[in-house]
């Protein structure tokens, strides 16, 4: 009878050849990118293409697999026109991130072994308020990743071995400092928050006119009644600097200003956030005087664990009368605010604004607010007596007597397009 060879072996070998290079991802590279093996690394101990811990590289997997699906679609980060060059493939992960300086915002490297804090990476995969990271959250036009994704990550990358990849490049690399605010504004009062370099922000600032307990139900609180509308455009000039210009239609205001972020709470550094802000106004309703106003407001800042931050603007505006000619005092004031985080989006905020010195309206004004911010958005509905938005509008005060209650309905909202 002839001899019948079974194929069970050859099969077995040919899914034991196969099944581990398409299964396991590969361990991080022994060699940074653009170096070859040393030709003397014989031993297996100091082989370079020794593999990783085995704990290690279940972890390297499950990161490289992770990224790889979420994040390497064509037009973003796959194959070799990948978004900034940056891959996120398995096999291109490490040679493209690791200890790599990031395009879109060069204080910061791609991936710093064993420093997610300092990785752009990391960073943008958290909502801003974790990673005090302003720009758009990846996986971008996708549902962001789980707390339990974001840990495999943050895992991975503190298990990068230093000693392989060597240290940040000139050491320039640092975490970024928490976010002071949710936004660059309060409801009227700026805030200490940059908006980041070459940022733009598109911002809608809109109060209705007829106060709540004078429309009632039938005018539906205000809501029916036309609005006062500013509609303005800043842009970062720089990671601290940013420029800006707005119009509302209340007296045809314009107003054009700059803010300097001085310096920003982090541990271990600086313990308050300050900036600097200066305005030009310019009043062009019919018949208005000491149209041309200048304003200066320093901003003081500090952030309280987790959930409180609060907030004090010292102003001055000149020649804020706009009804009396002869009139050229200005207005001294000092403004007061707080924002309560009730989770990573959303806030309770306040503010008061108390005329000190020269032109006052016949009341302080008084805002409150419930805020909600993602990477990109922010938006706010508040209850506010002042009519005013821009800077010398409301350093005067506000026109309603907030301590009866008398206040109208506003909202604030804005989109953020970051430098990708």
């Not at 000491?290 to 907030?311: C, E, H, K, P, V």
Request: glycine share 10%; net charge neutral.
């Amino acid at each position: 009878m002839p001899t019948t060879t079974s194929l069970s072996p050859v099969l077995i070998l040919a899914l034991a050849v196969l099944i581990p290079g398409y299964a396991v991802a590969d361990p991080p590279p022994a060699t940074p990118p653009g170096e070859t093996p040393s030709a003397t690394a014989s031993t297996p101990s100091d082989s370079p293409e020794r593999p990783a811990a085995p704990a290690d590289a279940e972890l390297f997997e499950r990161a490289g697999r992770l990224l790889q699906s979420r994040c390497a679609m064509p037009g973003c980060h796959l194959g070799p026109d990948a978004m900034q060059a940056l891959r996120l493939e398995v096999r291109e992960i490490y040679r493209s991130s690791v200890n790599v300086r990031a395009r879109t915002d060069p204080r910061l490297l791609r991936l710093v072994p064993r420093a997610p804090l300092q990785s752009l990476l990391y960073l943008k995969l958290l909502p801003q308020d974790r990673g005090g990271y302003r720009g758009p959250r990846m996986p971008q036009g996708m549902n962001p990743l789980g707390d339990e994704e974001i840990e495999v990550v943050r895992k991975w990358i503190e298990a990068f071995p230093e000693a392989t990849w060597g240290p940040p490049p000139l050491g320039e690399a640092t975490a970024l400092p928490a976010r002071t605010f949710q936004d660059g504004t309060l409801v009227n009062l700026p805030t200490s928050e940059p908006l980041g370099r070459h940022a733009l922000d598109v911002r809608i600032l809109h109060r209705f006119k007829a106060p709540v307990a004078e429309a009632g139900s039938h005018g539906f609180y205000g809501l029916d009644s036309d609005a006062w509308v500013s509609i303005g455009l800043a842009f970062g000039l720089t990671g601290a600097l940013e420029v800006g210009l707005r119009r509302t239609n209340l007296h045809d205001d314009f107003e054009a200003y700059a803010k300097w972020v001085l310096l920003r709470q982090a541990s271990g550094g600086p313990p308050l956030s300050l900036a600097l802000r200066g305005s030009v106004s310019d009043i062009r309703e019919k018949g208005a005087s000491n149209t041309d106003r200048q304003g200066a407001q320093m901003i003081l800042a500090r952030r309280f664990g987790a959930r409180l931050s609060l907030l004090l603007v010292p102003t001055y505006v000149t020649r804020t009368n706009y009804l009396d000619a002869a009139d050229r005092r200005g207005t001294c004031a000092v403004g007061a605010g707080a924002e309560l985080r009730l989770n990573s989006k959303t806030a309770i905020t306040g503010e008061w604004v108390a005329p000190l010195r020269g032109v006052e309206n016949d009341f302080q004004s008084a805002s409150l607010g419930y805020a909600i911010a993602t990477a990109r958005h922010a938006f706010e509905i508040f209850v506010t007596n002042t009519a005013g938005a821009h800077t010398d509008l409301y350093a005067p005060g506000g026109d309603l007597d907030a301590r009866k209650g008398d206040y109208r309905l506003g909202f604030n909202i804005s989109r953020v397009y970051a430098a990708r």
